[in-house]
T-cell receptor, first 115, second 111 residues
Framework: NAGVTQTPKFQVLKTGQSMTLQCAQD?????MYWYRQDPGMGLRLIYY???????DKGEVPNGYNVSRLNKREFSLRLESAAPSQTSVYFC??????????????FGPGTRLTVT | SQQGEEDPQALSIQEGENATMNCSYK?????LQWYRQNSGRGLVHLIL?????REKHSGRLRVTLDTSKKSSSLLITASRAADTASYFC???????????FGAGTILRVKS
């Protein structure tokens, strides 16, 4: 049982390049989330998916797109990377559909630098 | 915008001492959760307290919640060097379906 996995662990992009961050969970959770973490800012929600086939914007969605490929996988895409998107990205999942009542399980993170 | 704000921003104590961190929030909540993050790792859930609860214990952790003051505290007793980490509170608002995290408290336990 691997929990929540993310790939890649590290990535350096040039401004304007695109990339997709992958996330998968093996806990049969309905809800999945993408956060970014910047120094002194805590975690900010980018997008979330309450169940397979649904996605909703979080606090900071601009510049990102997501795909809930199936129940296990939730990807985050940067279409045209900007230096302001330099951050650590975390994927998380939880068991209750669309609710935050129960605990969230986090992946190890992707450290992204945009030059 | 952040819902929870932790205080202090950083805390340094000796092994064996107790550590107390506080969290204040702005809107009515369904529950409040505390998470720990070790350096370079993902967050790990520690404890959840519901809005109708006032105190909860889990091992060396004690969480209190005062909904009238919109605040919570996390107490770690008999701290260990392994408790060195960042601690975040997160709130779920009534009627909301997302967690909102605070900026965190950095705890350093010196051995």
């Amino acid at each position: 049982n691997a929990g929540v996995t993310q790939t890649p662990k590290f990535q350096v992009l040039k401004t304007g390049q695109s990339m997709t961050l992958q996330c998968a969970q093996d806990m049969n959770h309905n809800s999945m989330y993408w956060y970014r973490q910047d120094p002194g800012m805590g975690l900010r929600l980018i997008y979330y998916s309450a169940s397979e086939g649904t996605t909703d914007k979080g606090e900071v969605p601009n510049g990102y797109n997501v795909s809930r490929l199936n129940k296990r996988e939730f990807s985050l895409r940067l279409e045209s990377a900007a230096p302001s998107q330099t951050s650590v990205y975390f994927c998380a999942s939880s068991g209750e559909p669309g609710q935050g009542a129960h605990e969230q399980y986090f992946g190890p993170g992707t450290r992204l630098t945009v030059t | 915008s952040q819902q929870g704000e932790e205080d202090p921003q950083a805390l340094s104590i000796q092994e064996g001492e107790n550590a107390t961190m506080n969290c204040s929030y702005k809107t009515s909540i369904n529950n409040l959760q505390w998470y720990r993050q070790n350096s370079g790792r993902g967050l790990v859930h520690l404890i959840l307290i519901r809005s109708n609860e006032r105190e909860k214990h889990s091992g060396r952790l004690r969480v209190t919640l005062d909904t009238s003051k919109k605040s919570s505290s996390l107490l770690i007793t008999a701290s260990r060097a392994a408790d060195t980490a960042s601690y975040f509170c997160a709130t779920r608002s009534i009627g909301g379906n997302k967690l909102v995290f605070g900026a965190g408290t950095i705890l350093r336990v010196k051995s």
